[in-house]
């Protein structure tokens, strides 16, 4: 529940301190006037000056800008040269810090019942005055420094400027008005406050006739009565109250009103929010009391001491959901931050938390203690403390994950009036809100042409509420911390304050209380009105710890507290889930006394259709956490308690997220049904909290960095997460889940997809109905009635096709302000801005002139994806939900706040997730035509393929996947023709010869870019004929087709596989005459292979073998002819061995000189005469078991063992590739013969051959562990081959090696192993006879 967020130590003591709005910075000050700028959240020092002194590096880069922009030195000393003397203030000017002092003006002045009506905190927000700049302003004695944290630029005024009286205190004044240029009042020593135009950098008015001493504090403040106020606290401990209205002509302004507010001088002035009431001023003083004042009669109306002996230097509003009854926030000099309860009454003041146990221990000395010596608040993330101490900067986090009070109760159907119940004050009271009649009339109407979008720089007006606070009569018994929830059926409320703990069950018809009793934890069911609570025993009160009393007391006041804390641990442990319905009756029963049979102590209870139950893991606990309490720490209660113990305690509660890493997610947490109460699946890691759809389609488990979201029908199925930390809470609508974390408000569209399990449901379902009409109709009719039954009914169904789920994050507000167009150049000079800004409208009408335009018919489009983000309410918010056409919310002062959903881009979104495609599609026609493919995109993603094709807008890559998943083939096709450019070819005419096709040498550009077109898209088109095919329409699959031969003609334009696939399909369609021809054009494109597939399916075994001749693939030829019989075969085997002769005599050799080329001699083989040199035998090739082309073949036995070198001449050589192992056909002989003689290579080496020995064509021989696979020549495909492969390459490598190496050459394969790189000798199933 408190946690350290971030610290960065120091060497001094921080004395100033301020925190930026929106972003993550933070700026201080310390002793020794050194102002440094930080990003607390990514821990990293963005800018540090010396501001007391002279900053050398800012002087350094002044005298650079001005040489670069070609100034003459100036003769006076810059001001940059200057010491600044003592730091008094700083703080950051931006837009996002000028429009929330406004809204907290405002809102703090609304809440008044006598507020005007024009007084509200939705406004217009103010036109961008610093155009992107981010001001780092710091005031000190000597002079104002405005640093520009974009460019690193500044300007110094000196106090010259402004009257030459030191600088005490600084406060922005701005207005909503246009136009109002952005002024800053500083507070003097002199007592006079003096405006100074950060425009003209030129002083523009003086506040005077105020005080009599020095000015201390600034702020502004807004009356219930719309006027705008300045507040000055002085030295001389006067409150004054200035006009900020202030107009151009007036120079002196004199004050409205004086009263003496301390004694001794009026160190700080706070503006405090009141809920239903007007604002209160707090201010501390020197005297060491803390006064609040009405804003109407400016009475005093209560003064208090809060730390006494101690004055206060820092004072803040503070309205926190975990702590209802704090209201302020102070901090004296000690290590504690200070809470006032009920500053108007009780006042009691207690302490918040001790920061000494936040801080490292290795940081504070043993002697040295800490001390706190400036602190504040963040103004839009209340949970967000910053301290300046003695050791360092230290941001406290104060349960972040608390929500207000509130529960929103189910809107009656037709009714625009919403409510929702919340407890203040110790009773239940009922707000309800609608949106104003006058504010947006069309909203939720689809066809409204109102609702278009705007400009991209343009903020949508702020919705206009109307809201109305009833009381009930309805005591509630505590006022701590309480959590409301309402039933499924809206019929019961739920209160628990688990700080007691106590539970009461409201029954909303007449408030009546129908169920009570100790828990601390209460979770709803769902789907009816159920719910489980934690049962838990009182545990006993802490004892009151004396201030100042005798060490006895203390230990013995220790000693009871230790003791409580365990009998707390002891009754936290013994604690049970109990589950209970609620009767229509209003009677509650119990259904189940104790829910899991774990040991272990439950610390979490999470409602929904199943119930979640975390239980506490045995884990190795810190030593702080060690000495806190183990439990949920009790708050004391009003009166009741110790000054002395901190409301807020470190500890480990279970929901804390402060857990390194090693010991994240553990497993903790178990889903139970509500219907049998056992446990549905594993253990999770223990969620944050879950959100679940009221239809039990989706649920969304929260964690610390991420949502987990899944689908639960069919089944339970894993979705996805979404990157979305730190949310405090969700809600569904739809498939839409609307997430709230402390700066922003997301909304997540979810699509569950189609998986294969969700059609396997419903094939199922079909079945179910199918036997159910069955039985029905036997029932009625007798067993006769199953004949009708029984008849095909699910013949002309479309296919179902698969999803992948979808998972899409807009987010619909932040606290910044829309970015505007950085500047290029920052603090330019007054003519420059002047120009500037009356240039300004000129370009945004042109701008609009063009964006209008654009949409055509002169109605302005939106000309964004999404609207520009809105303003999230301050603080923690509860969501309501979606209602009118607006997202409610309701934040920590009971105030319901609505977004608009009426962007197009959003709208459309919202409407086909909650499922009206149609209207969908007519809100997305309003966007900007070059945003249609992301709703394309999103709606498709949907399910809404078909719908999506409405859209005017979306490219015709999308269009076609979009007509492919909604079957509108026909479409898809004329895209297709479109994107490749083809809407010619493929005709049976079309004006072009086929050598024109194929030599392209006419050089006609359309047809070169339409085969270009087809190529490109070659796979979208055979999908394109499968999906045609499977749906049955013929017609558009031979168009595609058609284009795709056409395309398939031309060499090197489509690959193999999709040559393939196209002639499968062409002979699917029964094109034969096409796919005659593209065998025909690709034999003349010489790709044989694709052309014999062709061939093959065509069953043409001539045009097979033409195919395999032509392009030069004679061995695939030989073997298919001798497979089937072919009468060509002896010529083929012919022309095959005069190819592999030609290869052989034209091999090229190496060049050598002479001497290598006299030992090459020496090992070749000695020839007995030069005519047995001439006769070198020519190669002969035969298919298995054909005989030789000669007359007689004389074929030699191999001789078996290895042989040596040393062979004598007349005797056959086998050369093996390497080991033979029996039954594995392969032996290649040679020797020198005799010119009468032949050598013979053949397979297998028997001496007899038998059908055993020699396997049939067609079957290759599997190589053992032993033997090397044999390798494929390039030329040949084992796909269109009939029997296996012969290698032409290395047959003709082998043969040369033999007939020019001869004896020498060759060695045993034992001795010397086959190099891997070699080609392989082992070719099956054929033998070689070298003739």
């Not at 899944?710 to 949310?727: F, T, W």
């Not at 009426?902 to 909650?914: E, Q």
Request: proline fraction near 7%; hydrophobic fraction near 40%; include cysteine.
């Amino acid at each position: 529940m408190l946690r350290l967020k971030a610290f960065r130590p120091t060497n001094d003591k921080i004395v100033k301190i301020q925190l930026h709005p929106t972003h993550p910075w933070l700026v201080t000050a310390d002793a020794s006037d050194h102002v440094s700028v930080w990003n607390w959240e990514h821990r990293q020092v963005i800018y540090e000056l010396k501001a007391g002194g002279v900053d050398q590096r800012r002087l350094v880069g002044a005298k650079l800008e001005k040489l670069a922009e070609g100034e003459l030195e100036h003769k006076g000393k810059p001001t940059e040269a200057m010491r600044g003397g003592s730091v008094k203030q700083v703080n950051f000017y931006d837009d996002d810090v000028r429009f929330w002092q406004l809204w907290r003006n405002r809102a703090a002045a609304a809440e008044a019942p006598t507020a005007v009506s024009n007084v509200t905190s939705g406004f217009a927000s103010p036109p961008p005055s610093t155009k992107g700049r981010h001001f780092l302003v710091i005031c000190c004695v000597n002079k104002a420094i405005f640093l520009d944290l974009v460019t690193m630029r500044g300007r110094d005024i000196p106090k010259q400027e402004l009257d030459n009286k030191s600088l005490v205190c600084m406060e922005f004044l701005s207005r909503s008005a246009v136009g109002d240029v952005p002024l800053v009042a500083f507070g003097s020593s002199d007592g006079v406050i003096r405006v100074l135009s950060m425009i003209s950098w030129k002083l523009v008015r003086r506040y005077t006739g105020g005080h009599k001493g020095s000015i201390s504090c600034l702020m502004t403040f807004m009356a219930s009565s719309g006027e705008a106020l300045l507040v000055s606290g002085g030295s001389d401990g006067l409150l004054i109250l200035w006009s900020a209205d202030h107009g151009q002509d007036s120079r002196e302004l004199v004050p409205k009103l004086s009263l003496k507010a301390h004694d001794g001088g009026v160190v700080a002035v706070e503006l405090s929010r009141v809920m239903g009431g007007s604002p209160q001023l707090i201010t501390i003083g020197a005297d060491k009391t803390l006064a609040i004042w009405d804003t109407v009669s400016f009475k005093e109306l209560r003064r208090i001491k809060p730390v006494p002996k101690l004055a206060c230097h820092s004072v803040a509003s503070w309205c926190h959901p975990r702590a209802p009854n704090l209201d302020i926030l102070t901090c004296v000099k000690d290590s504690h931050i200070w809470a006032i309860e009920h500053p108007t009454y009780s006042a009691l003041t207690r302490p918040l938390c001790e920061l000494s146990s936040l801080v490292p221990p290795q940081v504070l000395a043993h002697h040295k203690k800490l001390r706190v010596y400036c602190m504040v608040a963040h103004s839009l993330q209340p949970h967000l403390v910053a301290t300046g101490t003695n050791v360092g900067v230290i941001i406290s986090e104060f349960d972040p994950r608390s929500l207000p009070a509130v529960a929103p109760l189910p809107t009656p159907s037709g009714s625009r009036d919403h409510s929702a119940v919340y407890i203040v004050e110790r009773e239940l009271k009922l707000v309800n809100f609608q949106l104003s009649s006058a504010a947006n009339p069309s909203l939720g109407n689809n066809g409204s042409l109102s609702e278009t979008g705007r400009l991209k720089g343009d903020l949508p007006d702020a919705l206009q509420i109307k809201q109305i606070k009833k009381h009930i009569s309805t005591p509630v018994p505590h006022d701590s911390y309480s959590i409301l929830s309402v039933s499924s059926s809206g019929k019961y409320l739920a209160v628990v304050w688990p700080d007691i703990p106590y539970f009461s069950v409201y029954k909303v018809s007449d408030w009546s209380i129908v169920d009570s009793g100790s828990a601390r934890l209460l979770a709803w069911d769902t789907c009816r009105d159920r719910f489980a609570i934690l049962e838990s025993a009182l545990t006993p009160r802490l004892p009151i710890i004396p201030k100042g009393g005798s060490s006895r007391k203390a230990k013995e006041a220790a000693a009871a507290a230790a003791a409580a804390q365990a009998a707390a641990a002891s009754a936290a442990s013994s604690a049970t889930v109990q589950a209970r319905i609620l009767l229509d009756d209003g009677t509650s029963n119990i259904l189940m006394r104790s829910i899991g049979g774990s040991s272990e102590p439950v610390i979490g209870l999470h409602g929904g259709a199943l119930l979640g139950v975390a239980y506490r893991t045995s884990r190795r606990i810190s030593p702080i956490a060690a000495t806190a309490i183990s439990t949920i720490q009790s708050m004391p209660l009003s009166g009741f308690g110790s000054s002395g113990l901190s409301s807020f305690t470190t500890f480990d509660d279970g929901f804390s997220s402060q857990k390194s890493p090693a010991e994240a997610a553990p497993q903790n947490f178990q889903l139970y049904s509500w219907e049998t109460f056992q446990p549905v699946g594993g253990l999770l890691p223990q969620p944050e909290w879950t959100a679940w759809d009221q239809t039990v389609e989706y649920c969304a488990f929260a964690y610390q960095h991420y949502i987990v979201i899944s689908s639960l029908r069919p089944q339970y199925r894993y979705l996805g997460d979404v990157a979305i930390p730190y949310a405090t809470g969700a809600v569904w609508h739809r498939r839409q889940l609307f997430v709230v974390t402390p700066t922003t408000i997301e909304c997540v569209f979810v699509d569950a997809g189609v998986a294969a399990i969700d059609v396997e449901t419903m094939k199922m379902k079909e079945e179910m109905k199918l036997k159910e009409a069955q039985s029905r109709a036997v029932a009625e009719h007798g067993e006769l009635a199953l004949i009708a039954v029984e008849s095909s009914q699910t013949a002309a169904q479309d296919r179902i096709k698969l999803r992948p789920p979808m998972l899409q994050v807009v987010r619909l507000a932040s606290f910044q302000h829309a970015p505007s167009v950085p500047p290029f150049l920052t603090m330019p000079k007054q003519t420059k801005v002047e120009g500037d800004d009356s240039m300004m409208p000129k370009d945004m009408e042109e701008r609009k002139v063009n964006e209008i335009a654009v949409g055509g018919g002169g109605v302005a489009v939106a000309v964004t994806r999404f609207p520009t983000e809105q303003k999230r309410p301050i603080g923690p918010l509860v969501v309501v939900g979606v209602k009118d056409g607006v997202l409610w919310l309701i934040d920590r002062y009971m105030c319901a706040h609505a977004l608009s959903l009426s962007h197009p881009g959003i709208r459309c979104r919202c409407l086909a997730a909650y499922g009206d495609s149609v209207s969908a599609v007519k809100w997305a026609s309003r966007l900007g035509r070059e945003h249609h493919d992301d709703l394309a995109q999103f709606m498709l993603g949907m399910g809404y393929a078909t719908e999506a094709l409405h859209l005017p807008g979306i490219s015709k890559r999308l269009e076609f996947d979009l007509a492919m998943q909604s079957n509108d083939l026909k479409r898809a096709l004329q895209c297709l023709i479109t994107m490749s450019n083809s809407r010619d070819i493929g005709q049976d005419h079309p004006g072009l010869d086929l050598n024109d096709i194929l030599t392209l040498t006419t050089k006609k550009e359309n047809i070169v870019e339409a085969v270009q077109g087809i190529v490109k898209f070659a796979k979208e088109f055979l999908d394109l004929i499968d999906a045609a095919d499977a749906t049955g329409q013929a017609n558009i699959a031979r168009e595609a087709l058609k284009r795709l031969a056409a395309a398939g003609s031309v060499k090197g334009a489509l690959q193999g596989h999709e040559l393939r696939g196209l002639a499968l399909r062409l002979a699917n369609h029964g094109e034969l005459t096409r796919l005659s021809g593209l065998v025909t054009n690709l034999i003349s494109l010489g790709l044989g292979r694709e052309a014999a597939f062709s061939a093959a399916i065509l069953g043409d075994n001539a045009l097979m073998e033409k195919a395999w001749q032509d392009t030069g693939m004679l061995a695939e030829a030989v073997l298919h002819a001798h497979a089937h019989g072919r009468p060509s075969l002896k010529n083929l085997v012919e022309a095959w061995n005069k190819m592999l002769q030609k290869e052989v005599d034209h091999t090229p050799t190496a060049k050598t000189d002479a001497a290598a080329a006299f030992l090459a001699s020496l090992e070749e083989p000695k020839l007995t005469s030069l005519a047995e040199a001439g006769k070198k035998p020519p190669i002969e090739i035969l298919p298995p078991g054909m005989p030789s082309l000669g007359s007689i073949t004389i074929q030699k036995k191999p001789v078996p063992g290895s042989l040596n070198s040393q062979q004598q001449p007349g005797k056959p050589l086998a050369v093996e590739g390497s080991q033979q192992q029996p039954g594995k056909p392969l032996a290649i002989e040679g020797s020198q013969q005799q010119p009468s003689e032949q050598l013979a290579v053949e397979a297998p080496p028997t001496t007899t051959p038998t059908e055993e020995s020699t396997p049939p064509p067609g079957e290759g021989s599997e190589p053992t562990s032993g033997d090397k696979a044999p390798i494929q020549s390039s030329e040949s495909n084992s796909d269109l081959a009939a029997s296996a492969s012969v290698e032409r390459a290395p047959a003709a490598s082998i043969t040369d090696e033999a007939a020019s190496e001869g004896p020498s050459q060759v060695t045993d394969p034992q001795e010397k192993p086959q190099d891997p790189g070699t080609p392989e000798t082992n070719v099956p199933e054929a033998s070689f006879a070298l003739v």
